[in-house]
């Protein structure tokens, strides 16, 4: 069997040697060789060919994010970020996945981890992921900042409509391309879990404000859902919506993620269905699918990503499996599907 060519790139002589033996760990993978800087990560890439990099972003020389924007323009091909990511750190890292890195893992305890096995298994299943998921890594366009238009009306009500949106890797510049080209109305909000750690849903949230027509909340506990706004689940934290219309944070250990998509879809098929449209976008695993076929069941109307478009092909593709999906399309159809469904939506309204 063909082994999977990695490069690993890190300005720590301890990290690099780490990666190398975890990375190695698995019989499917080789580390070809490895990078001091990321002038060195891009001639690499040029001259070995890799089919992964892995890639810590703060080095001398030439650091990660200058690192990719050349590879992305130049030699495209699957990046895990691999760094401390910090909170500070966290809107560089949107960066990086909006440039067209395929997902991140951070250091458990700053740039130099001396328990950097403690996520092993993460480091590996993502190189594994980004490695299949090779075809469809492309460069991205950088964002523009939108200009709000919104009505933004003196008194802002409930929202009596709902879109709903469950997505995972691949998720922060697919959530923006589909976001971007929405319609928000008086009384509809997005309510979106991402699965994500704590310290950059902060940052995602100010991201989505910033890029897409609708304004966004890092969302708080007893918040009130109201119309022609967009609310994110915080890291750690799931998040439903209670029958008063509004939003309850809280922890059960019996799901495997924090946030849970499905936790978000059950309460939005049970407070707002049929007014309301559930998305599950690209993502590994199978959370959300059976959220997703409650809201179908209670007369939603419900989208799953397609394979043409999905970074990974996981969460969507369950949902299509147990018939969850009132349709499957590829991202760049799904604005339109949402916009006109609210339209219909509205129509209705009395």
Not at 123 to 151: D, G, N, Q
Not at 160 to 181: K, N, R, Y
Not at 287 to 295: E, I, V
């Amino acid at each position: 069997m063909k082994k999977i060519k990695v490069l690993v790139a890190d300005d720590s002589a301890f990290m690099r040697k780490a990666l190398k033996e975890i990375l190695e760990s698995d019989d499917q993978i080789e580390v070809i060789d490895t990078a001091r800087n990321g002038k060195e990560a891009v001639e690499k890439v040029v001259k070995l060919k890799p089919d992964v990099l892995t890639l810590d972003i703060n080095m001398p020389v030439m650091d990660g994010k200058e690192a990719l924007k050349i590879i992305m323009e130049e030699n495209p091909i699957p990046v895990v970020v691999v760094s401390s990511l910090t909170k500070e750190e966290a809107p560089i890292t949107m960066e990086l996945l909006d440039m067209g890195a395929f997902d991140y893992v951070p250091k458990p305890s700053g740039t130099i981890s001396l328990d950097i096995h403690k996520v092993a298994d993460e480091i590996i299943s993502k190189v594994k992921e980004a490695y299949r998921s090779r075809h469809r890594i492309i460069a991205k366009k950088p964002l523009k900042r939108l200009t709000k238009t919104s009505f933004l009306p003196k008194q802002r009500g409930l929202a009596s409509v709902v879109v709903a949106i469950g997505i995972s890797t691949g998720g922060p510049a697919t959530l923006i391309d589909v976001l971007q080209d929405c319609e928000i109305y008086e009384n509809t909000a997005y309510l979106v879990v991402q699965h994500m750690p704590p310290q950059f849903t902060p940052s995602l949230a100010n991201r989505l404000s910033e890029y897409t027509p609708i304004k966004f909340f890092h969302a708080s506990h007893g918040q009130s859902v109201l119309g022609g706004h967009g609310y994110l689940a915080p890291g750690g934290w799931h998040m439903k919506v209670t029958n008063d219309k509004k939003i309850k944070l809280f922890k059960d250990d019996s799901y495997i993620y924090y946030p849970s998509v499905d936790v978000l879809f059950d309460s939005v098929a049970d407070v707002y269905c049929p007014n309301a449209i559930g998305i599950l976008l690209t993502g590994i695993g199978r959370d959300g699918a059976k959220g997703l076929l409650k809201m179908k069941n209670k007369g939603c109307f419900t989208i799953a990503e397609s394979e043409e478009t999905a970074v990974v092909y996981g969460m969507p593709a369950a949902a299509k499996e147990i018939g969850a999906a009132t349709e499957i399309l590829p991202a760049y159809k799904i604005a339109s599907a949402v916009n006109k469904h609210l339209r219909r939506l509205k129509e209705k309204a009395p």
